[in-house]
Nanobody, 129 residues
Framework: QVQLVESGGGSVQAGGSLRLSCTGSGFPDGSYCMGWFRQAPGKEREPVAALYTGGGSALYADSVKGRFTISRDNAKNTLYLQMDSLKPEDTALYSC??????????????????????WGRGTQVTVSS
């Protein structure tokens, strides 16, 4: 059974840092587009960052570029999101997602949430001013 489990959320003051983790299990062999998305109350889900497990550059939304870093540890089957210089507008439920696809599709469509077949339940991040 494919499963994604996020952890690492919490409450932090503006300017602080958090590192989110997303541990996967049960995935068939192959390359995946792994993404982080977030959703604040009353707002639509928005893409945050992604990377392709088969290699290639990390991808970021403009709103987090230069502050967030996505990475992965293959040995631990874990995806990370290092979040620095946090702002109150970063407050949201953060979820990771996986899409078994090609590098080209990942680069082109990583922001499209409906493409992702597998989702975690999310971890809450709250940033106070």
């Amino acid at each position: 059974q494919v499963q994604l489990v996020e952890s690492g959320g919490g409450s932090v003051q503006a300017g602080g840092s958090l590192r989110l983790s997303c541990t996967g299990s049960g995935f068939p062999d192959g390359s995946y587009c792994m993404g982080w998305f977030r959703q604040a109350p009353g707002k639509e889900r928005e893409p945050v960052a992604a990377l392709y497990t088969g290699g290639g550059s990390a991808l970021y939304a403009d709103s987090v570029k230069g502050r967030f870093t996505i990475s992965r540890d293959n040995a631990k089957n874990t995806l990370y999101l290092q979040m620095d210089s946090l702002k109150p507008e970063d407050t949201a439920l953060y979820s990771c997602a996986a899409d078994r696809t090609s590098l080209f599709v990942c680069l082109s469509l990583w922001t499209v949430a409906v493409r992702y077949n597998h989702w975690g339940r999310g971890t809450q991040v709250t940033v106070s001013s």
